[in-house]
């Protein structure tokens, strides 16, 4: 039965039958393999190799700094060809180790091995999770051992799995839910070992018929476990609606979901807690959806992390024409590419190609007052006064129509007959005001 969603949402075009019903296929890297150490929230790893050292698949690479950061560990074995500044989908250079790949892919001693979580103190599951390298790989890049440690474990009531997937053309999340479903649900029962008194809901929309059912016959004797069916809509993934949708439990921008008796993790990340306790394998590959009317042959595919985003477009055939606009991610949130020449990480979800840019073919104009953008916001803002204030750089108005509850979900524009740019502007207000409260 379908639970409860949250006020407001839209129904975009969901494109997803281009990619949901093939199977994963795995694609091994051709070329050097690029390893940014910041790929997370928080502070970048430090490089622990140096030019000319051999390395294992396993191997850690670059080592946490500070306490919000994340371990890097290589996904090939070869030799470190350099250290350098290299581009990454944020556009920004950022310091990288370059691997060479053998293509021997000799792992370190310890990869593969089994272990049983039952036997683990919660301690060791969390460095274990820590040394892993593992982020919430939903897009945000959380480091997921701090996630897991809140302040009183005996205050979490549920672990939601976000196997909601509402980004439009992503399949990726739907394919590991129908390939690797006994992944998803051991990877929760390592987390529900953390968490004494806590269940587990695996949350799904329900235009995944076949993942509920599959997930369902699971968890059937499971006492800690069920699955939660979700409407389709988006953003039904993001952190606040899933929480409420889920449980009727609400937090702001101001709260973590912990604060709420929630923690929150993508199909994904639980998966990758499973491999890293479970089998000893850190984070280093990623399921990446490749799609869109410019792809010859759009799936998903199993990648190293490090792997060059223009290997990936080659795997799906390349391009039936040249695409106007290629994004890192969905159509909704995903990022706008001027070059493919990037590195896969572990926040990679997706690649998205299309022959045609319609956001650029269409000036903006007027704001008619229509009030759509208020409809539709899951936030419950006025983003018609917040532009106002954002086209000011008034950063005190902004924040005083609490614009800093603004989850970035693009709901907004996409509704706007104006064709007004609201969220990128509300975007950089944001950026512009946790910059100022860092200084």
């Known amino acids: 039965m379908t639970v409860g969603t949250f006020k407001g949402g839209i129904h975009p075009f969901d494109g997803k039958?281009?990619?949901?019903?093939?199977?994963?296929?795995?694609?091994?890297?051709?070329?050097?393999?690029?390893?940014?150490?910041?790929?997370?929230?928080?502070?970048?790893?430090?490089?622990i190799v140096s030019v000319g050292d051999k390395v294992l698949v396993g191997q850690k690479i670059g080592e946490a700094q500070g306490f919000v950061s994340a371990n890097i560990c290589c996904s090939v074995s070869g030799v470190v060809k350099a250290i350098e500044k290299r581009l990454t989908v944020s556009g920004s250079m950022v310091d990288c180790v370059v691997i060479e790949n053998d293509n021997e892919y000799t792992p370190i001693d310890t990869l593969g091995k089994k272990r049983d979580y039952t036997k683990l103190t919660k301690e060791e599951i969390r460095e274990g999770i820590k040394e892993a390298g593992i982020v919430g790989m939903g897009g945000a890049g959380f480091p997921t051992h701090i996630k897991l440690t809140p302040k009183d474990d005996n205050a979490i009531d549920y672990i939601l799995v976000?196997?909601?997937?509402?980004?439009?053309?992503?399949?990726?999340?739907?394919?590991?839910?129908?390939?690797?479903?006994?992944?998803?649900?051991?990877?929760?029962?390592?987390?529900?070992?953390l968490f004494d008194h806590a269940k587990g809901l695996i949350c799904i929309e329900d235009n995944k018929p076949e993942a509920i059912k599959r997930l369902k016959e699971l968890v059937k004797n499971e006492e800690r476990m069920e699955v939660t069916v979700l409407e389709t809509k988006y953003p039904q993934g993001a952190e606040r609606q899933l929480i409420y949708a889920a449980t009727g439990r609400k937090i702001n921008s101001s709260m973590l979901p912990s604060d709420a008796g929630c923690v929150v993790d993508n199909v994904d990340t639980v998966i990758s807690i499973y491999m890293a306790i479970c089998e000893s394998t850190p984070l280093i590959r990623r399921i990446v959806t490749v799609t869109g009317d410019a792809i010859k042959s759009p799936q998903n595919f199993n990648v190293k992390t490090g792997t060059n985003y223009a290997e990936l477009i080659d795997a799906a055939g390349g391009f039936t024409s040249q695409p106007e606009k290629i994004v890192s991610g969905g159509p909704m949130m995903g990022i706008a590419l001027f070059n493919i020449n990037i590195p896969v990480t572990k926040t990679s979800s997706a690649l998205l190609c299309l022959t045609k840019d319609e956001v650029a073919e269409q000036e903006p104009t007027a704001c008619i007052r229509c009030g759509r953008c208020v409809e539709a916001c899951p936030s419950k803002v006025i983003p018609q006064k917040l532009l106002e204030y954002a086209e000011k750089f008034d950063d005190e108005g902004f924040q005083k129509l609490n614009g800093m509850e603004c989850c970035e979900c693009g709901s907004c524009t996409f509704v706007c007959p104006a064709r007004r740019r609201l969220t990128q502007a509300f975007k950089q207000t944001r950026r512009s005001i946790l910059s100022n409260r860092k200084k």
């Open 17 to 47: 039958n281009l990619s949901k019903d093939f199977t994963t296929k795995v694609v091994l890297p051709k070329g050097e393999l690029v390893y940014p150490m910041a790929q997370h929230i928080g502070a970048p790893a430090k490089p």
């Open 162 to 193: 976000n196997g909601a997937e509402c980004e439009p053309y992503l399949t990726s999340d739907y394919r590991m839910m129908l390939e690797e479903p006994e992944k998803i649900v051991g990877g929760l029962k390592v987390i529900l070992q």
